[in-house]
């Protein structure tokens, strides 16, 4: 199915609370979700079907020249056919086009297939954060990945 992604407004925010309720155990409050939206560190994205519906969203962060993933989710129905990596990819060439020259992230220990996704995309583990995750409590692998080990689309540069 053809996506696109764009940014994020005020009327993307009720798909945006359904996705994040329905993959994460402990999701982000309806208020802190709407706050990104108005946060001026943040870019907000949005990536859509092709009838429009909103299947995910990005959360990434620019301060000075460092890119924080903040929040990625597809929904689960969505989820299996690269709409991550394709969403993913989108905000961190916008951060680096901005000036950013690496990105940080926290993932679960235990999901596998973001970081397998994050790792095809040139980041790296560099520590890890201690009881980071509750419900159910697990550490957080802190990943890296700097601009110039960044996989770029073929198309990209």
């Not at 359904?18 to 990536?47: C, G, M, R, T």
């Not at 859509?48 to 995910?56: D, K, M, R």
């Not at 709409?83 to 950013?100: H, I, S, V």
């Amino acid at each position: 199915m053809p996506v696109t992604v764009r940014q994020a407004g005020r009327e993307d925010l009720p798909a945006i609370i359904a996705i994040e309720e329905a993959s994460f155990s402990v999701p982000w409050s309806h208020q802190s979700l709407a706050a990104e939206l108005d946060n001026p560190v943040a870019k907000y994205y949005v990536l859509e079907g092709e009838t429009g519906q909103v299947l995910g969203y990005a959360d990434v962060w620019l301060i000075a020249d460092e890119g924080q993933l903040a929040n990625i989710a597809i929904h689960p129905s969505a989820r299996g056919h690269g709409y991550g990596e394709t969403l993913l990819r989108t905000a961190m060439e916008a951060l680096f086009q901005d000036g950013c020259t690496s990105m940080f992230l926290e993932v679960r220990q235990s999901n596998a297939p973001a970081q397998g996704l994050y790792r095809k995309l040139g980041y790296e583990g560099v520590a890890v954060r201690k009881d980071y995750y509750s419900q159910p409590v697990e550490d957080a692998c802190i990943m890296q990945c700097q601009k110039e080990n960044y996989q770029w689309f073929s198309h990209s540069r």
